[in-house]
């Protein structure tokens, strides 16, 4: 079975500090892998995704997240945070499903940004 | 570009009425998709529909039922509203595809029943 699991829940940092926002899948298959973030009361818009070409991939507003086969791990990065990376970010599992783009979500980490 | 359009933003339901959500999108996806989203749980898919005409169930379809008269269409209906239901609802889309095809959300419908 697949799931994904995103270890915390709430992540605090300063402004200017770097961003580690951590998730773990699990898949029978080589899947691919997303990080989406929902801006409150807002939609929810792609940042990255990882369709097993380079491990590390870049995304929009200067995140980037490594697949790492060996752990099982596709944690979300950015080495200087701002204030509007305030919201939650959910990381996102597609394994191959035979009928439609099936998505399985993490639980979601509610990023909070300190001035 | 609208993109995902999900109508009404907001609305707060008795228990027992019914009422049906609207999703539209302009990008001429074949797949769209119901999510509901709950606190601690991520986003649980409701029913999807892979094209005109075709609806499946998903994760958590009970007590939801949807339609796809039309490609661009896809609506999500509450016969009988209950507590349980209270929830943030997505809609998404998506062109037909293999792993690793981006999926386009609407910006939420906030439902609350009392």
């Known amino acids: 079975a697949q799931s994904v699991t995103q270890l915390d829940s709430h992540v605090s940092v300063s402004e200017g500090t770097p961003v580690l926002l951590r998730c773990n899948y699990s898949?029978?298959?080589?899947?691919?892998l997303f990080w989406y973030v929902q801006h409150p009361n807002k939609g929810l818009q792609l940042l990255l995704k990882?369709?097993?070409?380079?491990?590390l991939v870049k995304g929009i507003n200067g995140f980037e997240a490594e697949f790492k086969k060996s752990e099982t791990s596709f944690h979300l990065t950015k080495p200087s945070a701002h204030m509007s990376d305030a919201a939650e970010y959910f990381c996102?599992?597609?394994?191959?499903?035979?009928?439609?783009?099936?998505?399985?979500f993490g639980a979601g980490t509610r990023l909070a940004v300190h001035p | 570009n609208a993109g995902v359009t999900q109508t009404p933003k907001f609305r707060v339901l008795k228990t027992g009425q019914s009422m049906t959500l609207l999703c539209a999108q302009d990008?001429?996806?074949?797949?769209m998709y119901w999510y509901r989203q709950d606190p601690g749980m991520g986003l649980r898919l409701i029913h999807y529909?892979?094209?005109?005409?075709?609806?499946a169930k998903g994760e958590v379809p009970d007590g939801y039922n949807v339609s796809r008269l039309k490609k661009q269409n896809f609506l999500l209906g509450l016969e009988s509203a209950a507590p349980s239901q209270t929830s943030v609802y997505f809609c998404?889309?998506?062109?037909?595809?293999?792993?690793?095809?981006?999926?386009?959300f609407g910006q939420g419908t906030r439902l609350t029943v009392v």
């Open positions: 898949s029978s298959y080589s899947p691919s």
């Open positions: 529909s892979v094209g005109e005409g075709t609806t």
């Open positions: 996102v599992v597609s394994p191959f499903s035979g009928g439609y783009n099936k998505l399985i």
């Open positions: 990008m001429n996806h074949e797949y």
């Open positions: 998404a889309s998506s062109i037909p595809g293999g792993v690793g095809t981006e999926a386009f």
């Open positions: 990882y369709t097993s070409a380079a491990t």
